[in-house]
């Protein structure tokens, strides 16, 4: 980790000994490429962060926070005892200029494939199993200490083979972490990450049911997020406006199931289940029961 090399900057230019295959996404201050090992041909990605304005510092301590928490959820940089469900990081390097750091290049796992938002269309019984998927990498995370906070459908890539990998890890921090500040993605954020408070496993809950919840009904939970003037935001899941079931809006969806996204979304931290295994456990377990046919769903 940490060392200095010159970011990617286009198509077909090299990256130390890569070569700059592909542009997949932009961000803030941020762009991730496809790059390719000239020697072996396997594909990595590269998520390059700029540092142009001092305020954008904030921008390599999420990348610097997001290697870090990686390696340490995945015991180390690599392959070697990764969690399949969980994407992997190889290397962390910087840019410098002036003896000042302008920039950081991570290099991580290539997933090819779509986000779980563009593949909302698949079978149900597929889009389950990347429930469960999703299920078990949080389970991972919450052994290491750690938690997500940030889970969402563009964070969850599937591929054509129904693999699933959680991504993005820029907001992941230790359970139990008080923010301070509000961090998190509309639609899919907690309320008490709204309000800047303690975050615990059943914060990775609530945004793990808001996922399921606009897959499953395509439709996102009823909240008022605060405008980007505003310090006060009025969250309206839960006790004051209650979202309508999802298999009331999909009749494809399970009532077990239904049931379980609703525990997941409700406003209260406590009134959630108490841990991912939990939801694990009860979704596998009907999932079975529904491949034997004892169930209606």
Same mark, same amino acid.
Not at 127 to 134: N, P, S
């Given at each position: 980790m940490g060392k200095d090399t010159p970011g990617a900057s286009s198509i077909g230019s090299t990256f130390r000994e890569y070569r700059v295959k592909e542009k997949l996404g932009v961000g803030a201050r941020s762009t991730v490429y496809k790059i390719q090992h000239p020697d072996t041909g396997k594909l990595y990605a590269l998520k390059h962060v700029s540092k142009v304005l001092p305020e954008d510092e904030r921008y390599l301590r999420h990348l610097t926070n997001e290697y870090e928490n990686i390696c340490k959820i995945q015991n180390g940089p690599g392959e070697k005892d990764a969690h399949p469900n969980?994407? !992997? *990081? =190889? #290397?962390?390097?910087? %840019? /410098?200029?002036?003896?000042? *750091?302008? $920039?950081?290049?991570?290099?991580? %796992? =290539?997933? +090819?494939?779509?986000?779980? $938002?563009? /593949?909302? #269309?698949? +079978?149900?019984? /597929?889009?389950?199993?990347?429930?469960?998927?999703? !299920?078990?990498?949080?389970? /991972?995370?919450? %052994?290491?200490? =750690?938690?997500? !906070? #940030?889970?969402? +459908? #563009?964070?969850i890539i599937v591929m054509h083979n129904g693999w699933a990998k959680v991504i993005d890890f820029g907001f992941s921090c230790k359970t139990n972490t008080e923010l301070g500040n509000l961090k998190g993605t509309r639609d899919f954020i907690a309320p008490e990450q709204v309000s800047g408070g303690v975050v615990t496993e059943q914060t990775d809950m609530y945004n793990l049911g808001a996922t399921f919840y606009k897959v499953f009904t395509g439709q996102a939970v009823p909240a008022v997020m605060p405008s980007m003037r505003s310090e006060s935001a009025i969250f309206l899941s839960g006790d004051t406006i209650r979202a309508t079931p999802p298999a009331e809006l999909n009749p494809q969806v399970p009532v077990w199931l239904s049931d379980i996204i609703m525990q997941c979304i409700e406003k209260k931290p406590r009134h959630r289940p108490a841990r991912i295994t939990d939801v694990l456990n009860a979704v596998e377990t009907e999932k079975l029961r529904m491949e034997l046919g004892n169930t209606d769903q």
């Open positions: 969980i994407v !992997c *990081v =190889y #290397d962390l390097f910087k %840019e /410098r200029k002036l003896l000042r *750091v302008t $920039g950081l290049s991570m290099l991580l %796992e =290539y997933v +090819p494939g779509k986000n779980l $938002g563009q /593949r909302s #269309d698949l +079978p149900m019984k /597929r889009l389950i199993d990347v429930l469960i998927q999703t !299920c078990k990498a949080l389970q /991972r995370m919450h %052994e290491m200490g =750690y938690l997500h !906070c #940030d889970l969402k +459908p #563009d964070n």
